[in-house]
């Protein structure tokens, strides 16, 4: 069954605490991403992970990091958090680049107090 | 993103009608996916299409690449077609990546 799980579904911080959200992918899928969405807006792409230790900037990567150290997990942190951060973040995950659909986890619901 | 056009940004449909969503591109996109996020949030796949027409129960979908558009077609709505449509297209050299449309928010009304 393919899947992509995030954990946590919810999280509160105060601000300057650090923050790491999980990701991972039982489809052995190489390509993975981290995205938020805001009220209004579609997803934007903060991380593109094409591979193990293999990590590319995506359209809003500031304020963010990654790590990928197995093909099937994938982190996001926030190393001291911001008020501006709160927001639902989505994993997702791809078999590769140029033509491959891509598979979303169900999300995790941050609050940056 | 601004590469990306979602029209209309809003939508009522009565049960058992129909309409398109469109989305327009500002620069040639390699593929598009549709998705629709449900009340609980969850982004559910609905197509991927890297050219031409795919169809699926009630739904049906068209990507022109050298138009720059991809339209998503629904008939005979349903309460649980309800939600937000998204459309993210797939564009780049070498190694590619997605940008997302704002989303139609579809009411469906019995």
């Known amino acids: 069954d393919m899947k992509v799980t995030q954990m946590p579904r919810y999280l509160i911080k105060r601000m300057g605490e650090n923050v790491l959200l999980e990701c991972g992918q039982d489809?052995?899928?190489?390509?993975m991403y981290w995205y938020r969405q805001d009220p209004g807006l579609g997803l934007q792409l903060i991380y593109i992970s094409y591979d193990v230790d293999s990590n590319s900037e995506g359209d809003i990567p500031k304020g963010y990091r990654v790590s990928r150290k197995k093909r099937e997990h994938f982190s996001l942190i926030l190393d001291s958090a911001k008020t501006n951060q709160t927001s639902v973040y989505f994993c997702?995950?791809?078999f590769g680049t140029g033509a491959y659909e891509q598979y979303f986890g169900p999300g995790t619901r941050l609050t940056v107090l | 993103g601004d590469q990306v056009e979602q029209s209309p940004s809003a939508l009522s449909l009565h049960e058992g009608t129909g309409s398109a969503l469109r989305c327009n591109f500002t620069t040639t996109m390699r593929a598009v996916q549709w998705f629709q996020q449900n009340s609980r949030g969850s982004l559910i796949n609905l197509f991927y299409l890297a050219s031409g027409t795919k169809e699926n129960g009630r739904l049906k979908s068209t990507f022109n690449s050298k138009e720059s558009y991809s339209t998503l077609h629904i008939r005979d709505a349903q309460l649980e077609d309800s939600g937000t449509y998204f459309c993210a297209a797939e564009w780049g050299t070498g190694n590619y990546k997605y940008v997302f449309g704002a989303g139609t928010r579809l009411k469906v009304i019995a």
């Open positions: 997702a995950s791809s």
């Open positions: 489809m052995s899928h190489e390509t």
